[in-house]
């Protein structure tokens, strides 16, 4: 059973900065970023392989960051420039196959951490 704990959420005005970080407690071969505001699926926003191939949902190209660290065991989200569309919870996830952006893709999942954005 892999175990994923997120922090770093919280709520900051339009244009702000976040760091999200996700600790892992074994390394999986891709992990990212989803997110989910209410009434709304949830999202793929950023994932990174072990090959350090990343991908990122449109909305959020230029603006956020994903990566993760040597051990392969602490997943970072840097959001930049953030937007009110941006609110939601962010919820880490992790996958055993080299692509992991769709749902379905995915094995594991933490608990979520709340960002909230304000104009």
């Known amino acids: 059973e892999v175990q994923l704990v997120e922090s770093g959420g919280g709520s900051v005005q339009v244009g702000g900065s976040l760091r999200l970080s996700c600790a892992a407690s074994?390394?999986?071969?891709?992990v990212g970023w989803f997110r989910q505001a209410p009434g709304k699926e949830r999202e793929g926003v950023a994932t990174i392989n072990s090959r350090s191939i990343t991908t990122y949902t449109a909305s959020v190209k230029g603006r956020f960051t994903i990566s993760r660290d040597n051990a392969d065991t602490t997943l970072y989200l840097q959001m930049n420039n953030l937007k009110p569309e941006d609110s939601a919870m962010y919820f880490c996830?992790?996958?055993?196959?080299?692509?992991?952006?769709?749902?379905?893709?995915?094995?594991?999942w933490g608990q979520g951490t709340q960002v909230t954005v304000s104009s």
């Open positions: 996830a992790a996958a055993d196959k080299w692509s992991c952006f769709k749902q379905t893709d995915i094995g594991y």
């Open positions: 074994s390394p999986r071969l891709c």
